[in-house]
């Protein structure tokens, strides 16, 4: 592990690639009044020429998105593509020889780890805050007004209103996660969503045009013995499922929270993680077979994936 002196010099280097992002909405009031509404957040620099990764719920909706880089130069940005299920955005500006954030390995995080979260907490001005902390757990399931999302990394580090988007990184100084959640009231609760998962979402953007992830509109968690005796489920793994999206395809092939997985198209899925494998290696408009088990039953559904909202 580097020594105190240089993981200062790290983060130092790293904080050049965090962006602080202001967007402007447009609102009805009561009395149907178009009102701006002011937001903020964070972002980092994913490649020189001007690509930015923040989060989906940061510009989602924005007439106008302001982008402050480390040398305080404000410049206008452009949405290119979102991924609404999992709360990631590419923004474009105008820009060229940015310092960029590097880039590390998700599906390498072990509980424990050191990691540090940069942002602009609070919309502070002076450059980025960070913060330190460990990886507390992974794979958490988390469920917001409208949304549910999955393989999250929990982390202790601070994370406050105006981090979203901005980088979770270890002590190379590599970006292993984007900071997207803080549960209200809870201490030392962070979540933030895996670059690797993040760059999926990221080059099907910058390749279509748009977010082609294979979706089928489920949540849900690993069925553990204790999760099992708790519910009185007929199984002992696979994945509970939690949350059908409307008008998704499990909803439309009748699959029903409280239902637990167990295969697809013959291959077992003990974890919400067998469950993201499985369908991101299926092709949208692909036909697959889901094995479930609902109540003391036992039986198959068919259904088609189809490309992420």
């Known amino acids: 592990m580097p020594g105190e002196d240089e993981i200062l010099d790290i983060l130092e280097s790293v904080n050049k690639s965090v962006v602080h992002i202001n967007t402007v909405r447009v609102v009805r009031d009561y009395y ?6 002011q937001g903020s957040g964070s972002g980092f620099t994913l490649e020189p020429e001007g690509y930015i990764v923040t989060n989906a719920h940061v510009v989602r909706q924005a007439r106008k998105i302001g982008v402050v880089l480390w040398d305080n130069r404000p410049v206008e940005g452009t949405i290119m593509g979102l991924c609404r299920s999992i709360d990631v955005a590419l923004v474009k ?23 540090y979260a940069i942002g602009n907490p609070f919309g502070l001005v002076g450059g980025p805050t960070v913060t330190s902390g460990v990886v507390s757990a992974l794979d958490r399931s988390i469920q917001s007004r409208t949304e549910s999302f999955t393989g999250l990394v929990q982390t202790d580090a601070a994370i406050n209103p105006g981090n979203s988007g901005g980088p979770l990184v270890d002590t190379e100084g590599k970006v292993v996660a984007i900071n997207t959640a803080v549960i209200p009231y809870a201490q030392g609760i962070g979540f933030a969503i895996p670059i690797n998962t993040a760059m999926e979402c990221v ?9 082609m992830r294979s979706w089928v509109g489920v949540y849900g968690v690993t069925v553990t013995p204790q999760v099992a005796s708790y519910y009185n489920l007929g199984v002992d793994r696979g994945v509970l499922v939690t949350n059908v999206v409307q008008g998704s ?12 997985i167990t295969a697809i198209d013959r291959a077992h899925v003990r974890s919400t993680q067998d469950l993201k494998r499985e369908i991101d290696g299926k092709r949208v408009g692909e036909r697959i077979e889901l094995v479930i088990v609902r109540g003391r039953e036992r039986g198959t559904i068919q259904l088609i994936i189809e490309g992420s909202p």
Not at 32 to 37: E, I, N, V
Not at 203 to 211: F, L, M, P, V, W
């Open 32 to 37: 149907h009044r178009t009102m701006p509404l």
């Open 203 to 211: 080059q099907q953007i910058k390749t279509n045009g748009r977010a």
């Open 249 to 260: 395809p499990a909803e439309k092939s009748r699959l029903t929270s409280g239902d637990v």
């Open 93 to 115: 500006i105008e820009a060229d020889g940015l310092p960029s954030a590097r880039l590390g390995d998700s599906d390498e995080l072990r509980v424990g780890q050191r990691v």
